[in-house]
């Protein structure tokens, strides 16, 4: 399990399928980071947020259908 603000999180993959697709992932940019650190200082809950991975598919789903505008 991992642990986010001292509550416990069930790991539903293998660890090892999370790395490898962290290794083969585009780094998020410092805009994005500001933003997650921002909002772990003053959100109460960020649990329900997408992490990176989640968000680098977006990302990549969103230029692959050459959308212009995305909620």
Known sequence: MKNCRN???VQITDPGIEQYTL?????ESGTIKSI????????DFI???SGDLIGQLLKLL???SGARRVL
């Open 7 to 9: 509550k416990h999180i």
């Open 23 to 27: 290794n083969f992932t585009s780094e």
């Open 36 to 43: 997650i650190a921002l909002s772990g200082k003053e959100l």
């Open 47 to 49: 649990d329900m947020l």
């Open 62 to 64: 969103i230029s692959v």
